[in-house]
């Protein structure tokens, strides 16, 4: 069986769950406690980080990255990230921009310091990160907002990796109860479209043990 | 003509110049000073940041992830990604390894504390970065070096943009002189190699003004 070793929370891991899930392709989950360093995980993804995918053939990638392109080009039904030069260029774009840019600004000020520190055991969030994180994820939202308002989908017409990479960063965020969604209507329009497809399902039945998600966390209509 | 919106330093630049230089595709390089936030260049990338290619048709590239993956798309002789889907995702998991994880623990701690802060006028290096960057570098070249002892090149029989990526890295850092490459001999020797070929030529003749590289850096032998 195909296996995917994830966090519940890790947003690389929810953006291959869900385009795994897009594309209909069948996978196990398997919870990854990548701080306990676990030798046959190292030798599988020495950088020691979630996600890594077996295949049944016994291929075994490592990076969201590396998986999310190795998908597309393994399994190109549904495609995801474009089909002209110019679509793949500008969805790349937007992922990069989730997983460098927001990822550096707001995911990691927020989720690490909630939530990974508490659980690698390295101490109390730092309060200038957090208001880092905040503040920083207005400016986010906006961008998003604007994308969404002015293009079907984040990248153009079609939904693409750029939505599930933003909706994985966003969504994990949602969980810790991170997310404003009174701050941008258009963000929060596009998150709700992303969240009903049935390929999300599985992430907003997702819980992870000391951490209760708020209410509209699941629910579609939030 | 093709312009690449560039700073001599930017690892990100450096692995879209030799990707470029590898296929044999002409391009006009254009110093970006993207701290002045100059307006015509937040149209083309609202990240600010270089690398960003313009192609003649009018299209617009922004992120060296983007770049890369649409140079190998667009210009598919000399293919720097890898043939099978298990060359791809190697290629692909050092990309990141070096982008990401090096970045993050080396580049960054070195490179943007030394140089960065000085041209956008931050302040001094931290020493607490700067420790860590230099206390990171040996295992990172370790491993490098037993990628290169145990493959023809990084990752595999070929090159490929994982060595171009690890290479701009190495080539930023050697250029403000924080390699110490009596650390790794393998790793020593891979740069050598990869130094040595004719599309690295141009890194090899940047000059900054304000910073003087060593006298090896430009050395074919060092």
Not at 26 to 39: A, G, I, S, T
Not at 144 to 152: D, F, N
Request: proline residues 6%; neutral net charge; contains cysteine.
């Amino acid at each position: 069986m195909r296996i995917l070793y994830h966090l519940p929370l890790s947003p690389y891991a929810r953006k291959v769950r869900l385009a795994l899930n897009e594309k209909r392709i069948p996978f196990e989950l398997r919870v990854e406690r990548v701080w306990d360093r676990r030798e046959e995980f190292l030798e599988m993804n020495p950088a020691c980080t979630v996600p890594v995918l077996t295949e049944e053939n016994g291929l075994v990638l490592a990076d969201s990255y590396a998986i999310c392109e190795y998908l597309d080009e393994a399994y190109p039904e549904t495609p995801l990230l474009g089909r002209t030069l110019g679509e793949r260029a500008e969805v790349r774009r937007l992922v990069a921009w989730f997983d460098g840019k927001f990822a550096r600004e707001v995911t990691s000020n927020l989720l690490y310091e909630k939530q990974m520190k508490r659980l690698m055991g390295r101490g109390n969030p730092d309060a200038g990160s957090l208001r880092a994180g905040y503040a920083n994820l207005k400016p986010h939202l906006d961008y998003l907002g604007w994308l969404a308002e002015t293009r079907l989908w984040l990248a153009g017409s079609s939904l693409s990796l750029a939505d599930l990479t933003a909706a994985s960063h966003l969504s994990s965020l949602d969980y810790i109860g991170d997310i404003d969604w009174s701050l941008n209507d258009a963000a929060k329009d596009w998150y709700a479209r992303v969240k009903s497809r049935p390929g999300f399902r599985p992430l907003l039945a997702d819980r992870v043990s000391g951490v209760n998600p708020p209410p509209h966390y699941a629910d579609l209509d939030f």
